[in-house]
């Protein structure tokens, strides 16, 4: 028997044997390598098989986005019903019947001319009632005037009455031991103590009234009245306040100029037969003349006591102590005094007439 040899095989055939294994070597190393470059990396869901799955929650937050959304529109088309229909019932509430009410007299153009004419008849009745009511308030103010002069009269006797006893009728003597005749009774009115406060104001707004008459207008009038109230022995109450008003009218007087800075004497209508041109030519004797003459406006007058700072007359002193004295204006006594001082260098208080007479006095002497 012969031995079987291992078989051997000749060197070009392991040549070929070893070419062949490098090249499917090389195939399959080429194929792995692609293998691995297309496979996922390590780590991912593949390689790990206990990692959360991130496509479910990709899914549940779109459907919670689509919710949302159409939740919003629902809401935003409801809200927007909701504010149609309230517009809507407002509109037709309360604008439309306004609109119609204002256009509805322009909407029926055939009955225009019966309008107007309705509209002039009120307008004539308007016109006529308020004619009516402007003649009753005409004749209720003429009332008014008549009650407060009457009241004032009645109120200027009474104090006249006061301060002249003489003038006070005698009382009647009541009749007594005469059966059959009858007789009032004696009546004597008692005064509580309120009504004789309120009879006290009374007359204090009584003094305020005159005060306010003298500084308004300027009169003297009601300063002298205030002057018998200061003097007045019945009336020892209302001294004080008599003279508080006094000294209050005064200083106003004092301080108020109501005459026109630059105001010169109307020359022509003053002096129109003669030639004089400015008021600082008229003579002295004319100037006293106005003065004298309470009818002249009492801003002549007034410029008349400054021109009259000039005068070489003497009676003018006399006849500017007479305006004092008597000028029925409170502006014209004012500057018939300040012209009278500037002339004899001497000043005196406003007013003060008892001083002003006893230097005169004294200089006649």
Excluded at 142 to 151: F, P, S, V
Excluded at 282 to 308: G, I, S
Aim: proline share 9%; hydrophobic share 40%.
């Amino acid at each position: 028997m012969s031995k079987t040899l291992p078989p051997t095989s000749p060197p070009a055939l392991d040549d070929d044997n070893e070419a062949e294994n490098a090249l499917l070597f090389a195939r399959c190393s080429q194929a792995a390598a692609d293998a691995a470059a297309m496979a996922p990396p390590s780590g991912t869901q593949k390689d790990n098989p206990l990692a959360p799955s991130t496509t479910p929650s990709n899914l549940r937050r779109s459907h919670l986005t689509y919710r949302h959304l159409v939740i919003s529109l629902s809401t935003s088309i409801l809200i927007g019903l909701i504010l149609l229909m309230v517009g809507r019932s407002f509109y037709f509430n309360h604008i439309e019947p306004r609109l119609s009410g204002a256009a509805a007299p322009a909407a029926v153009p055939g009955t225009s001319a019966s309008a107007e004419a309705a509209l002039k008849e009120e307008l004539a009745k308007s016109a006529e009632q308020i004619t009516a009511l402007q003649k009753q308030v005409d004749v209720m103010r003429r009332e008014q005037l008549l009650i407060q002069q009457n009241t004032r009269e009645s109120l200027e006797s009474i104090s006249t009455t006061l301060k002249n006893p003489q003038l006070v009728p005698p009382p009647v003597s009541p009749v007594v031991g005469q059966p059959g005749i009858p007789r009032m009774a004696d009546v004597k009115p008692e005064i509580s103590p309120t009504q004789q406060e309120f009879i006290i104001l009374k007359e204090r707004n009584r003094l305020t009234q005159y005060a306010d008459e003298a500084i308004a207008t300027g009169n003297r009038r009601p300063l002298e009245v205030l002057v018998e109230y200061m003097r007045d022995p019945q009336l020892p109450h209302l001294h004080d306040a008599a003279q508080a008003e006094f000294m209050r009218a005064v200083r106003a007087v004092q301080i108020l100029q109501r005459e026109e800075p630059g105001y010169h004497l109307p020359v022509a209508e003053l002096f129109k037969d003669s030639s004089i041109r400015d008021d600082a030519d008229v003579p002295p004797e004319a100037l006293l003349k106005l003065l004298a003459d309470y009818q002249q406006p009492w801003e002549v007058r007034v410029r008349v006591c400054f021109l009259l700072l000039g005068s070489t007359l003497p009676e003018t002193n006399a006849q500017l102590i007479k305006s004092i004295k008597e000028d029925p204006s409170l502006d014209v006594a004012k500057h018939a005094q300040l012209a009278l001082e500037q002339r004899i260098k001497k000043r005196f208080r406003i007013f003060d007439i008892p001083a002003i007479e006893e230097w005169f006095k004294s200089q006649e002497k």
